[in-house]
């Protein structure tokens, strides 16, 4: 499939009934759904008149109102549909991602609001429902990386006295890949057989063949798959037959180069939310027949059902 270059002159991205109609194509393929409960059909009337903003409906048996963003990451938003839209167009189609600073400029928005859009579309890039990686006669990649500055380009007092405590100030991520499918990123606290092995045997299928590095906290997981087979890099070894993890440092340099180029610091604890946004736009690459629009599309399908909140209910306040 050849892809195909976005025209943005499309009223989606600028007029908000358009955008709606767009919305309500996407999470309501098959007719309008109460989000509360599940009625469709001849169940939901559409309300219209003065008084009634655009895109209302109510369900007969609830007795509820409800437009398409009830349920989503845009529910309650004070933010345009068409800027929704137009956002995750901008995150979508951006390889290395695009910092909220450009989204301002681009849309004449505050940052706050750039920042807020694109945090919410980062939780609706992440798999509601994930099935595990790989199956049968399937290969999936495990690899490993740390993210954060290089002390190099450190203040001299700022720099660490040795490379195990400069380890120690990185992140650590893992990654699985599966040859030809989609990607799964983890930010996890250390890089132990016991932390990467949680991953791993929960997210991959057992029947994979899983391919690593020669890192000895693979050894033991390993064992647990169909297969298992790995390159040891200590000696020079990359690739040995179909023996290598050279696609899951491909994502890597992907993703390394968005963080440090675009992003240039990643907090720790939204590092999660950003792996989520490079593990979508790789598995719905070009090579998989994916381009711009369609990709898009599928980011705002993932708004449903991920009503995000300040605090959730019935969490208490703090003191």
């Not at 711009?292 to 599309?297: E, K, V, W, Y």
Request: hydrophobic fraction near 35%; aromatic fraction near 8%; charged fraction near 25%.
């Amino acid at each position: 499939m050849t892809a195909r270059k976005s025209n943005l002159k499309n009223p989606i991205y600028h007029d908000d009934d358009a955008a709606r109609a767009h919305l309500e194509a996407l999470l309501w393929p098959y007719g309008p759904v109460c989000p509360r409960c599940g009625v469709t059909g001849d169940r939901i009337t559409k309300l219209q008149g003065q008084s009634t903003r655009p895109g209302v409906h109510k369900c007969k048996d609830c007795r509820k109102p409800f437009t398409v963003t009830v349920g989503t990451v845009m529910e309650r938003s004070k933010v345009s549909l068409s800027s929704w839209v137009l956002a995750a167009h901008f995150m979508a189609s951006s390889k290395k991602g695009m910092s909220a600073k450009q989204l301002q400029r681009l849309m004449g928005c505050t940052y706050e609001t750039a920042w807020f859009l694109f945090h919410r579309l980062r939780e609706a890039a992440r798999p509601s429902d994930p099935g595990p990686l790989g199956g049968p006669g399937r290969t999936v990649e495990a690899d490993e990386t740390y993210m954060g500055g290089k002390e190099g380009n450190k203040h001299a007092n700022k720099r660490a006295k040795d490379r195990a405590l400069a380890a120690d100030r990185k992140e650590a991520v893992l990654t699985l890949v599966e040859r030809g499918g989609f990607a799964r990123s983890f930010h996890v606290a250390s890089v132990t057989a016991k932390t990467l092995r949680n991953e791993i045997v929960t997210n991959v299928h057992r029947s994979s063949h899983l391919m690593t590095d020669g890192a000895a906290y693979y050894v033991t997981t390993g064992r647990e798959f169909a297969a298992h087979s790995s390159v040891d890099h200590v000696s020079g070894e990359y690739v040995r037959g179909e023996a290598h993890s050279n696609t899951a440092e491909g994502y890597f340099a992907i993703l390394k180069r968005g963080v440090y180029g675009t992003f240039h610091h990643v907090s720790p604890a939204h590092l999660h939310r950003y792996l989520a946004e490079f593990d979508f736009r790789y598995s719905y690459r070009e090579a998989m027949g994916v381009d711009d629009d369609m990709r898009a599309a599928e980011l705002l399908r993932g708004a449903k059902g991920k009503r995000l909140y300040y605090r959730q209910p019935g969490q208490a306040a703090h003191a």
